[in-house]
């Protein structure tokens, strides 16, 4: 079963939690300054080493002779980046079979790992990253200094290589017109707002990444407390809005979510933006406890499967506009009745 189908602590606010580590092996040059066969070097070192990692059985996945449509389809469940996924020679994937593990090689560093996990979940998801990371350090030598800790192509990296973010649902915060200064508040302390995707990305479905940018001269330890400790200030402060906002606007509230799920039942075509935002609406409507004809289960599905590559993939083919459209509608409908016809 794939991670995201399982529940999770702080669900109703936090979708997933995420742990990065950066690592690069000593004596060789970042990804950035490689040609094609030094790529491939630094792939042919890990390679062995990764495949024999014993508490995840992890794949390879070479990207160059991937369809474009492949590639897409990892963006879109968070299993690779935008820059792994030029496909350049000696660039690859290694991913669970449940896809909440996946290593990057040769994208900005040497070695991206990456562990994803359920709801709020920072110290159980950093403890499987540090394991695999561990593993590597034995089999490898590591760049690593004294002074600086773990060497990052970027020096915003260097120091614990950790990553920690968090994908937030804040309906209420964003409605309300407050999510412009709270970035700002999360950016003199020390964290970054982003969209769905990552960098450089936008947000749709009032979803949000945050993340930690500081990764010198604190520990992976302290990074961890003080992240937390953030996001726990930031679910407090959704649910109060949502509490004050649905007492307020009970009929209101209500009668949007329903409406959302009405088209979402109905709609022959369907946008990626406009399923987001309205599943965006059910996901509030879960969340206040009156939406009882869906589930989180069901939620999360759609969030992870109806992107443009995914539905394409699913078809098995490569589709016009008009019919990844559609395809998705037909795809939204399917999992929505799901629980209906089960009755």
Known sequence: MSWYLEAGNDSDIVLSSRIRLARNLKGMQFPHKMEDEERKKVLGFVSDVLLKYEKNSLMRMDIAPLPETDRRSLIEKHLISEDLAQGKEGQSAFISQDENVSVMVNEEDHLRIQVMAP?????????????????????????????????????????????????????????LGRMPALSESLSKAGYTVRGVYGEKSQPAGNIYQISNTITLGISEKQTLMNFAKMINEVIALERKLRSDFYEKNKDRLEDRVYRSLGELEFARLLSAGEAMNRLSDLRLGVACKFLKEVNERQLMLLLNTIGDASVQKRCGEELLPKDIDMKRADFVREVLLEKKEKK
């Open 119 to 175: 709801g709020f979940a920072l110290e159980n998801t950093y403890k499987q990253a540090e394991d695999l990371a561990v593993h590597i350090e034995k089999a490898l030598p590591v760049a690593f200094s004294e002074k600086y800790g773990f060497l990052t192509a970027y020096p915003s990296n260097t120091g614990t290589g950790l990553r920690a973010s968090v994908m937030v649902h804040l309906p209420i915060i964003t409605s």
